[in-house]
């Protein structure tokens, strides 16, 4: 252990009379070179040719730290180096030189080492959850006594400030709670008094430690790169985690939910999501009409320790989406949503809803591995692939489902419409685009629908060749390519680069993001070139709508010279992000008589059920959904 030094030492020598005394200080007494500069300052009573020079406690010269010269005050900076080098970590004296007289001295520190938390390792105060490990530790603070909060402990290798940090990470973490104590050398405990509202997810706990030369290290990486960094402690904090294995079932099959909890029982329903006349407001909750099954009670005792897969027979419902709602006796609540794709297709409906399930997994932030960041793209580049198995972070619910998808479910209810569903994945059973052509007028592409397969592409292209109509409600559609390999999506590429611009399809195509900082209303543009889409609304040319959502953006589509001929620009909203950079509402027809509306903004869908937007929609579904 290195010996603990002064913040500022200060030493006296009297060599002769009172006035030849001096006096020499060097701040600070713990130095890195790396963190400061030391201060040196002397004073003599009479000038004199004096020097200030290293040496070792055993009082061997290391070097000049400042030549003699004549000189009666001092002051200087000091890097660390002697002759051009570093001067080794370790213990020193400051000497003030005359001739061979040592008329002063002050002790030094060198240490350019941060001080190092060994054996680091968390623990929840009661039994791990399978996969737990050191640096992984589940925790469900419900009030139980049981796995209710975290205790981080660690020896600490010299005296330090170590603060504490509990982040959730996205692509950087963000801080939800610190702590910082003033330690001594030796074993410490630092607990995270877990509050019971937090989503549950894992949290990044980052520790910092910070000795007096101000040489500092952090625990906890900074980024998805986790291993160029000292790993932190991660918490997973766990509600009711539950996934079926995959986004889609025919009525009848047989499927298979994945769950995590340490409840002791379990309690599940199913539920239609979209009819329901009931609005949520938040990512985490989930809210649908009862299927009228009666609920199903497990127990769930032999399972607190690891995760377990039940079997569940998915009931004979019409298509669409539905979820399973899971309660756990101390009021958690889990879902997990799935599809229930048509038997035959069109056999219902003339229409097809795709629901974006790539997406929603794509901005899944779920971390499955445990090293603190979500196992999605998104976090960071490390991450490659998503995993359409996972459950959603949001106790259950897709990212962003309420502000994008559940209004267009919403008014597509509550206005008497049928259609059927599938979600991303059915593409592939779906042979050619012949076979949708065949089944449906309409394909409907409700959400935000950026992660495209080539054979989804392929599937969707030929419908419209053949003179199938779409309707796509959000922006940033058919922006990447992705491969698909059981339940695992990797991405490749964006389409354009591929050879394939999305606008030659959709009519427009992503130009800009600035994440919602910029909201703008729609502004009419030629009602005469589509009459049928303003009907009833009470607009005309230069009219504005959007004003009751609070106006539209977040991603933003425009046309481009590969939009197909004919297509025009209906609505847009102007200069949104800049000078000629806006979203464009766009339509246009084939000759073959393909009939294809397209937003422009991501959040058109989200305002379904509002004025004039639910109009335009009862427009458009007017003229589409027929052949």
Do not use: C
Request: aromatic share 10%; charged share 20%.
């Amino acid at each position: 252990m290195r010996r603990l030094g002064f913040l500022v030492a200060v030493a006296t020598l009297s060599v002769a009379a009172p006035a030849h005394a001096a006096t020499l200080a060097v701040s600070p007494g713990d130095f890195s070179p790396d963190h400061a500069t030391l201060k040196v300052s002397a004073q003599l009573t009479v000038e004199r040719l004096v020097g200030v020079s290293l040496v070792t406690l055993s009082g061997r010269q290391v070097g000049w730290i400042a030549a003699p010269s004549r000189r009666r005050v001092l002051a200087f900076g000091w890097d660390g180096r002697i002759n051009g080098k570093r001067v080794p970590d370790g213990n020193y004296a400051v000497r003030l030189i005359y001739r061979s007289a040592v008329l002063a001295t002050a002790p030094l520190r060198i240490d350019t080492q941060p001080p190092q938390l060994v054996d680091l390792h968390a623990d929840n105060g009661a039994t791990p959850f399978a996969g737990d490990g050191p640096l992984l530790t589940t925790i469900s603070p419900n009030g139980d006594g049981f796995r209710d909060h975290v205790d981080v402990d660690f020896d600490l290798q010299e005296p330090a400030t170590v603060t504490m940090e509990v982040t959730r990470t996205v692509k950087v973490p963000k801080t939800i709670y610190t702590l910082t104590n003033k330690l001594t050398r030796g074993l410490h405990t630092l607990s995270w008094p877990t509050p019971a509202n937090l989503n549950p997810r894992t949290y990044l706990i980052r520790l910092t430690t910070v000795d007096r030369a101000g040489n500092n290290l952090t625990y906890g990486a900074p980024n998805a790169f986790v291993g160029r960094e000292p790993r932190g402690i991660v918490a997973r904090l766990q509600g009711i985690d539950a996934a079926f294995n995959k986004p889609s079932y025919l009525p009848g099959e047989n499927a298979q939910i994945r769950i995590a909890t340490d409840a002791p029982a379990l309690t599940y329903k199913v539920l239609h999501a979209g009819p329901e006349q009931l609005i949520t407001y938040a990512d985490n909750q989930f809210a649908g009409v009862d299927t009228g099954a009666a609920p199903v009670t497990l127990d769930w005792t032999s399972w607190r320790d690891r995760p377990h897969t039940i079997s569940f027979p998915v009931p004979t419902l019409p298509s669409g989406l539905y979820y399973v709602q899971f309660g756990g006796p101390d009021g958690r609540v889990g879902y997990a949503p799935f599809v229930v794709r048509p038997t035959t297709l069109g056999l219902t409906s003339r229409v097809l809803v795709v629901l974006p399930t790539n997406t929603w997994q794509a901005y899944n932030f779920q971390d499955m591995n445990g090293d603190g960041y979500g196992d999605t793209w998104y976090a960071g580049p490390p991450n490659r692939t998503v995993d359409l198995s996972r459950p959603y972070i949001a106790r259950g619910v897709p990212p962003r489902y309420y502000r994008y998808d559940l209004p267009f479910l919403h008014w597509l209810y509550w206005s008497g419409k049928t259609a059927e569903f599938i979600s991303d994945s059915d593409f592939d059973a779906i042979a050619r685009g012949d076979d949708l052509s065949r089944a449906y007028d309409l394909i409907v592409v409700e959400g935000h629908e950026e992660y495209v397969t080539t054979h989804e592409y392929d599937v969707v292209q030929r419908f419209r060749d053949l003179g199938g109509n779409l309707m796509f409600l959000s922006a940033n559609n058919f922006f990447w390519k992705v491969d698909k390999s059981r339940q695992t999506l990797r991405k490749i590429g964006k389409w354009r680069d591929a050879g394939r611009p999305e606008a030659s399809l959709i009519g427009v195509q992503y130009r800009a993001n600035d994440d919602g900082q910029h909201q703008g209303l729609y502004t009419v543009e030629n009602t005469a070139a589509a009459p049928w889409l303003w009907a009833g609304t009470g607009l005309a040319d230069a009219s504005t709508f959007g004003q009751f959502v609070g106006g539209s953006g977040i991603e933003i589509d425009e046309t481009t010279p590969q939009s197909p001929p004919g297509t025009i620009v209906v609505a847009e909203v102007p200069d949104l992000f800049g000078p000629g950079i806006g979203a464009q509402m766009s339509y246009y027809e084939t000759p073959l008589g393909a009939k294809v509306f397209a937003a422009g903004a991501l959040d058109f869908g989200g305002s379904a059920t509002f004025w004039p937007v639910k109009q335009m929609l009862e427009n458009i579904w007017a003229r589409l959904a027929v052949p």
